[in-house]
């Protein structure tokens, strides 16, 4: 991997001739995946910038927007594109986020990672954007797209929110995960009626372990990539332990624009849970016993 443009919030890293990562605030990454007549675009970040101008140094083929699901920090971005693809359950996520009082908080949230970030953007110009004229197009499993001699399916996997998708890359063998498998700490304190339940996650999980086709390398949407196939376990495992914790008092306490909850770490993995789901979660598992 090799870092071809590295300009205030923005770095473009090449993975290879056709597969592009450009990490936005050292936060989230958008991926650039060129098929023969259709270059896929996965997620569109903060959008705290015009971006575009990176992508058409590398790419000349018409893009084809999927959001892994609705968060902000992955769907703001979405007013620099006509059409996007998202679950329909993410839509009204994506579209209560497009205010400018929530843009205020997505710059706070990474003025603390950097703080001149300001001096990198116009803060004016990014609180008048707006998706509001971008289409929506929705996508549920199974949903196969053609980018000529790239073929990607939809798989749906509800947890961190209810209409989280991952997309599975046939020609390539990998998977494109957004938020739901990460080696950043998955978070999971949002609002209960945004998020699926802990054990419909942790279904989502093992519905991709036992994924019928081989999955070589993971891309999150934050953190290091690729990520190996192992991480999927180990993540469920962090669930099951967390559920098991007794000591929640001792975890740190972590906030967004979304709410507030505690970070539980196991092995490379984490998640930041709301007391409210994990007692829920608890009581599902007893009930299983
Ligand atoms: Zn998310
Ligand atoms: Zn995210």
Wanted: hydrophobic share 30%; net charge negative; glycine share 6%.
């Amino acid at each position: 991997m090799e870092t071809i443009i590295s300009e205030g919030l923005y770095r473009v890293e090449k993975i290879d001739d056709r597969f592009y990562c450009i990490n936005e605030a050292n936060s989230n990454n958008i991926y650039l995946l060129m098929g023969q007549d259709k270059t896929l675009l996965f997620d569109t970040g903060y959008g705290y910038r015009d971006y575009r101008k990176y992508i058409a140094r590398i790419n000349r083929k018409p893009l084809v927007v999927i959001c892994s699901h609705g968060h902000y920090d992955h769907t703001l971005g979405n007013y620099l594109f006509d059409e996007v693809y998202l679950h329909r359950e993410d839509e009204a996520l994506w579209r209560k986020a497009d205010n400018p009082e929530l843009k205020k908080d997505a710059i706070a949230i990474r003025e603390k990672k950097i703080p001149d970030m300001r001096q990198m953007m116009s803060v004016d110009a990014y609180l008048k954007t707006s998706g509001k004229d971008t289409k929506c197009r929705y996508i549920k499993e199974g949903d196969i797209f053609d980018f000529g001699r790239l073929h990607c399916e939809v798989i749906e996997m509800p947890g961190h929110t209810k209409g989280s998708i991952a997309l599975y890359v046939k020609e390539r063998q990998i998977l494109l995960s957004g938020d739901s498998i990460s080696n950043h700490f998955v978070w999971y304190a949002g609002k209960r009626e945004d998020v699926a339940s802990y054990m419909t996650y942790v279904n989502s999980l093992k519905k991709i372990l036992n994924y019928d086709k081989p999955i070589k390398e993971i891309y999150s949407g934050h953190g290091t990539y690729p990520l190996e196939i192992g991480i999927v376990e180990r993540m469920i495992e962090c669930m099951y332990h967390c559920a098991e914790n007794t000591n929640e008092e001792d975890l740190p306490v972590i906030s967004s624009p979304d709410g507030t909850g505690r970070q539980f770490a196991y092995k490379d993995t984490s998640i930041v849970y709301s007391d409210e789901l994990m007692e829920e979660f608890r009581r599902e598992l007893n009930e299983n016993d």
